[in-house]
């Protein structure tokens, strides 16, 4: 099997399954580097800003309210333009994205001790890993997961809204129990719809938007349930 330049098949030419297997691999592996590599970004980040003055600058001044609605802006901004950007374009807004992630989430090095944050980072990784796995390897669709999911989400961010005002210890810790589990099951639902988009034909730009795009809803899943365990399991610093 010859491919093109641009990681297309040449005309005439077919894939073997173990081929398109081990395409598929590359592009899941890719998906997976681009995610931990964000993680990786985003936790240097905050806990360089959380260690030096730059959280005082941040945070005691107008710029810690833009730092924690970019990212917002950001995911907004792929989402709707990814298709027309160059791949390398899309590339560079996801590492700048968890630059700024790691800017807004700074705050849980000076809130949260730090023995209970690489705690709960374990812990979130096998909760993720073994979601991830089951979502990239049952042969079931998770397809009828999404709009249930999709309402879990919703009724996630309007308890959370409500308790601002409420200030109930008993409904955190509801929202925290069940927002873990809509993105545990988001975890598993968004890996086999990434797995499903793969196609073998695409181009190497193409394969780079997509494999971007996944890394964000894998990590944006990740962050979540990151930071819902820690309201759940995060011991406080004195």
């Given at each position: 099997m010859a491919l093109g330049t641009q990681g297309r098949p040449f005309a005439g030419t077919t894939l073997t399954q173990a081929q398109i297997d081990q395409g598929l691999r590359s592009y899941m592996l890719r998906v997976y580097n681009y995610m931990a590599s964000g993680l990786a970004l985003t936790g240097v980040t905050a806990y360089?800003?959380?260690?030096?003055?730059?959280?005082?600058v941040l945070y005691g001044s107008g710029l810690g309210f833009v730092v924690m609605l970019a990212p917002l802006g950001i995911v907004f901004f792929l989402g709707i333009?990814?298709?027309?950007?160059?791949?390398?374009?899309a590339q560079w807004?996801?590492?700048v994205f968890s630059i700024l992630m790691g800017a807004s989430l700074s705050y849980i090095f000076m809130a949260y001790t730090a023995t209970s944050i690489v705690r709960v980072f374990f812990i979130t990784m096998g909760m993720f890993g073994a979601m991830s796995l089951y979502g990239y390897t049952t042969k079931r669709s998770l397809v009828s997961w999404g709009a249930f999911l999709f309402m879990g989400l919703i009724g996630v961010i309007i308890a959370m809204v409500v308790n601002i005002f409420l200030q109930?210890?008993?409904?955190?810790?509801?929202?925290?129990v069940i927002g873990v589990l809509v993105f545990l099951g988001l975890t598993a639902y968004d890996t086999q719809r990434i797995k499903d988009?793969?196609?073998?034909?695409?181009?190497?730009?193409?394969?780079v938007k997509k494999s971007v795009m996944g890394a964000l809803s894998l990590y944006l899943n990740f962050i979540?349930?990151?930071?819902?365990l820690l309201h759940l399991f995060g011991a406080a610093r004195e």
């Open positions: 360089i800003i959380a260690n030096t003055g730059l959280f005082n333009k990814i298709q027309r950007m160059k791949h390398t374009t807004l996801f590492w109930s210890g008993l409904l955190h810790f509801l929202i925290s988009v793969y196609r073998e034909t695409d181009g190497q730009a193409v394969m979540n349930i990151f930071i819902l």
